[in-house]
């Protein structure tokens, strides 16, 4: 019997006081992620559980229990506040899929401070803006990551600390850095947990947005309830799971359910620190038999690619449920799955704003391959006609999906940015920016995304943060950045790029574009592909129209080109 039972009983008597009760929660109490993640577990006498199971790309292995975490994020958490960082402060986490992520991300919590993951393949670009809108005191990175830190720290006055926690004790420090090592330090027994409430921030993640920078979601304490209650029932978790989340937690499924949830409930989790290969990915669910398996849907593709024999040269019959986020998933992988794996990936739907899963196929349900499921217990969704702003009368066409916002989970706004956030709204509805079509038995079936964000191997790519580090290389008069189609990525991002005078389309051009993108901002913000052309489609007012070039790439009818400059 799956944990979350028949859906349509559950979602009869649904109260989120069910997960309340559950953690032992009271409105109105103390609530601090922290210390849900770490002491209560031990509290429960489970201190010497494995919480932990960690593996780098050298093959070093770290084991840590329920106590260990515990101890570590008491020692991170009175570290940072030796250093004087206050609660309400935000302390950025820049580093590779180390421990010290994990370990800071709980510490940073227990002092009541705002933990900003930020992923450690940013370029510099990426990383100013979202230090800087942030305000952030403190960064704690690697060694191999500073530099990048460095180069942009005479423009941050705000960051007081930067936090080596690697330093080899050589090296010179730079202005405002200091080593930390966890290793070295005396484990802290006692640390006053901050007493957090329900609606203290708790978490700062960054997405893109179309028009502008990028946002910085804020979220509170209080998301444990819905994060919790969600790993159970959508995700299936137990206590006694081996649980493998493959999302980095510069990306919120790698905090709500790659540290938040599954510690809160008190798996074993696995963390594996290595690029992606099908071989090296099978033999980690084999070597640590994995029982539940969170991942994404170009990963899935990618396990596809490399064939069914492979998956036979190991043994993965631990596995138990298996689940997906972040992008569509295409009807070919679940069927694949369910060959290969004898069990289908459950797809779920949620974003960085939801915080946690909010539409999704549940253990026991009936799985519509392609579909994204339906609407978790307690939450409202509904697919809204874009012109009247209500919902349709009869299901199936295609509309705004739209939520009523009001579960724990949600975001509170846009870090320094209100405005942003009630944008977010039409008619007392949370407009996701994503389309899609219900059916006639309540189904959601996901039809694209309603602006231009480009979703590139599940991370949300601004064309307009592109285009901006675009103009800043010399070569660039002008650009328009749009997706074009992949076959693993299922989009990447395509430039289109007039020149200045004086410079001429080449191959090295092309590539020293592409590096200046990879460093600036990130791998994934690199466009695939340059094309150079002598001008680009615009209105008559001077709006580049992204949608034509977009249309082109995708095969798909142009529309309407009547304000078209030069048609
Ligand atoms: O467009 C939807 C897509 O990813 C967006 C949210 O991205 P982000 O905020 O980075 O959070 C991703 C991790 C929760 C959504 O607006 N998306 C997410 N899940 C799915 C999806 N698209 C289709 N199917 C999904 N299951």
Redesign the pocket.
């Known amino acids: 019997m799956s944990n979350i039972g028949p859906y349509d009983e559950r979602v009869k008597n649904f109260s989120w006081t069910i997960a309340e009760k559950e953690l032992g929660y009271k409105p109105g109490d103390v609530i601090n992620i922290g210390w849900y993640c770490t002491d209560r577990i031990c509290e429960q006498g489970k201190g010497s559980k494995v919480a932990l199971h960690w593996e780098g790309h050298t093959g070093v292995e770290k084991t840590y229990t329920y106590n260990d975490i515990r101890l570590a994020s008491n020692t991170i958490g009175a570290f940072l506040r030796g250093l004087g960082v206050k609660d309400g402060e935000r302390v950025c986490l820049f580093m590779d899929k180390i421990p010290e992520l994990y370990l800071g991300f709980l510490g940073i919590l227990k002092i009541g401070a705002i933990a900003q993951p930020l992923f450690s393949a940013f370029g510099d670009e990426s990383l100013f803006v979202r230090l800087s809108n942030a305000e952030t005191s403190a960064v704690i990175t690697q060694k191999k990551h500073a530099p990048k830190v460095r180069k942009i720290l005479e423009k941050l006055p705000h960051i007081r600390h930067i936090i080596i926690v690697d330093h080899d004790g050589v090296a010179p420090l730079k202005d405002r850095e200091v080593a930390f090592s966890l290793q070295k330090s005396v484990p802290v027994e006692h640390l006053d947990i901050h007493p957090t409430k329900a609606e203290s921030a708790s978490v700062l993640h960054y997405?893109s947005g179309t028009t502008g920078m990028p946002k910085g979601v804020q979220h509170v304490h209080y998301s444990l309830i819905s994060q919790y209650l969600t790993a159970k029932w959508a995700l299936d978790l137990r206590e006694d799971d081996i649980y493998w989340c493959t999302a980095d937690p510069g990306?919120?499924?790698g905090t709500s359910y790659g540290i938040i949830a599954p510690f809160a409930i008190g798996v074993t989790q696995c963390v594996l620190d290595a690029g992606f290969s099908a071989e090296a990915w099978y033999k980690w669910i084999e070597k640590r038999r994995v029982t539940m398996w969170y991942s994404a849907p170009t990963a899935i593709r990618s396990l596809m690619k490399a064939g069914d024999e492979i998956v036979k040269k190991f043994d993965l019959s631990s596995l138990r449920h298996l689940a997906s986020?972040?992008?569509?998933?295409n009807s070919e992988a679940v069927v694949w799955s369910q060959k290969v794996f004898g069990m289908p990936f459950y797809?779920?739907?949620?974003?960085?704003?939801t915080g946690s899963i909010v539409i999704g196929n549940y253990p026991g349900m009936e799985v519509r391959p392609g579909s994204?499921g339906k609407p978790f217990p307690g939450i409202t969704g509904t697919v809204l006609d874009p012109v009247k702003s209500e919902p349709y009368a009869a299901h199936g066409r295609i509309g705004l999906v739209a939520l009523k916002f009001d579960w724990p989970s949600r975001m509170r706004t846009y870090w320094n940015n209100e405005e942003a956030f009630q944008k977010k709204f039409r008619n007392g509805w949370y407009i996701?920016?994503?389309r899609s079509k219900i059916d006639k038995d309540g189904y959601f079936w996901?039809a694209g995304?309603d602006d231009d964000i480009i979703?590139t191997a599940?991370?949300?790519v601004s064309p307009f943060e592109v285009e901006s580090a675009l103009l800043e290389h010399p070569a660039v008069a002008e650009s328009a950045v749009v997706s074009k189609p992949d076959p693993i990525n299922l989009e990447v991002v395509k430039a289109f790029v007039t020149l200045k005078p004086g410079f001429t389309a080449s191959k090295d051009l092309d590539l020293e574009i592409m590096n200046f993108i990879r460093k600036k901002l990130s791998p994934l913000a690199m466009p695939q592909e340059i094309e150079f052309v002598p001008s680009l489609p615009k209105t008559r007012s001077g709006k580049i129209m992204r949608r034509i070039l977009h249309a082109k790439e995708w095969g798909e009818e142009i529309g309407d080109t009547s304000t078209l400059e030069n048609d």
Not at 325 to 329: A, D, I, Q, S
């Open positions: 997405t990306w919120v499924t986020v972040g992008e569509p998933l797809d779920t739907y949620w974003q960085t704003e994204m996701t920016g994503d996901f995304r979703n599940g991370h949300l």
